[in-house]
């Protein structure tokens, strides 16, 4: 499984923005789908963005329009970019390949908290 760390998030008012990040650890990171993540506490996990090899992307209904993720393949890196927050956007982000392995390990994550 690729091993990847994500950063960026933190504590925002509403309407506010973020971009967070996620570094992979693989020299094969063109070839690999990503996608975004997110948990909500008592929630499950859901995905939210995903970039094909390809960079096509595709998001969930919830946060079409708002948040746009990127890839930078001479980086290994993953983005998402994140405005117009809103407080049910409180979770903690994680990237991971998409799509993901059989049994993933997830990373930390990154907490993003909007409130006021």
């Known amino acids: 499984q690729v091993q990847v760390v994500e950063s960026g998030g933190g504590l925002v008012k509403p309407g506010g923005s973020l971009r967070l990040s996620c570094v992979a650890s693989?020299?094969?990171?063109?070839?690999?789908?990503m996608a975004w993540y997110r948990q909500a506490r008592g929630e499950q996990r859901e995905l939210v963005a995903s970039?094909?090899?390809?960079?096509?992307?595709h998001y969930a209904d919830s946060v079409k329009g708002r948040f746009t993720i990127s890839r930078d393949n001479t980086k290994n890196t993953v983005y998402l970019q994140i405005i117009s927050l809103k407080p049910e956007d409180t979770a903690v982000y994680y990237c991971l390949t998409n799509p993901p392995p059989a049994n993933p390990v997830w990373g930390q994550g990154t907490q993003v908290t909007v409130s006021s």
């Open positions: 970039i094909s090899t390809s960079y096509g992307t």
């Open positions: 693989t020299r094969l990171f063109s070839f690999y789908g």
